[in-house]
Structures are given as structure tokens and as C-alpha cells.
């Protein structure tokens, strides 16, 4: 059974599989990183100095400034700015593997073209090389067989 076990881990998808989700798990890490870090400060900014990590409705009834301090409180909170960052991480990433599995396909080897009906045939008694439409052979003059 570990041997059976070994030959299936040591073939070749299930390798390729693991590679990728690692890749995969380090490529949302940066997605994120990016999202939280460049592109939601911006856009923030743009509508009116908003920190969407910082967005939540508070169900306890007691106010708290910020996200932390309501957490740290352990206040129960609808944490949607974090809900949007996440989205967005979603969407990069989707968009990201949709680029990817795009070129993959252009890249893919298109199938051969099927091959030609042949156009010549070989002559049964002198073995020359003939028109597949000939009925008599142009170089023994043997009657030949359509």
C-alpha cells in the first residue's frame, strides 16, 4: 500500500497539482498585499479619505472609532469594508487565472489537419508509381484496378 501510495504522490499531475496550489496560495498573498496595501488607499482617497479595512456596522450598541478597538472590545461586528477588499482579492485573482488559462490555450498545440486523400498509387505488376484515376499503367501498360 505505501508503495501503491508513493507511485500515485510521485506521478506527475498530482506533483503538478501541488505546485500549483503553493503558487496559487503565494499569488493570493500578493493579491491581497496588493488590494489592502496599493489599491484600496487610493481609492479611499478618492472617495473621501475611507479605510475600507476600517468599515463595519457595530451590533453592540456601544460605539467604538475603529475596527480594532471594537474587536479588541470583542464587540459583534458586520465587518463590510473587509467583506469588499476580499471581493476585489477575488475578482484580481479570477481575472489573473482567466489571463493564464487564456494564453495556456492559445499555446496549446492545435490538432494536426487530417491527412490528404492520397493522389497516386503503385502499379501491381512493375510497381511504378502511378495516378490514383489511372485504369491502365503508363509504364507496363498492365490494366490496373480503380
Do not use: H
Request: proline share 7%; aromatic share 10%.
Amino acid at each position: 500500500m505505501l508503495k501503491e501510495f508513493k507511485e500515485f504522490a510521485m506521478r506527475g499531475n498530482v506533483l503538478d497539482m501541488a505546485i500549483g496550489i503553493i503558487i496559487g496560495a503565494a499569488f493570493g498573498k500578493i493579491v491581497s498585499s496588493f488590494v489592502n496595501d496599493i489599491l484600496m488607499p487610493p481609492i479611499g482617497l478618492l472617495l473621501g479619505r475611507v479605510d475600507f479595512s476600517n468599515l463595519f456596522i457595530n451590533l453592540s450598541g456601544v460605539p467604538y472609532a475603529s475596527l480594532a478597538e471594537a474587536k479588541a472590545a470583542g464587540a459583534p461586528t458586520i465587518n463590510y469594508g473587509v467583506f469588499l477588499n476580499t471581493v476585489l482579492d477575488f475578482v484580481i485573482v479570477a481575472f489573473a487565472v482567466f489571463l493564464v488559462i487564456r494564453q495556456i490555450n492559445r499555446l496549446r498545440r492545435q490538432p494536426e489537419p487530417a491527412p490528404a486523400a492520397p493522389t497516386t498509387k503503385e502499379c501491381p505488376y512493375c510497381f511504378s508509381v502511378i495516378s490514383i484515376r489511372a485504369t491502365r499503367c503508363p509504364y507496363c501498360t498492365s490494366a490496373v484496378q480503380s
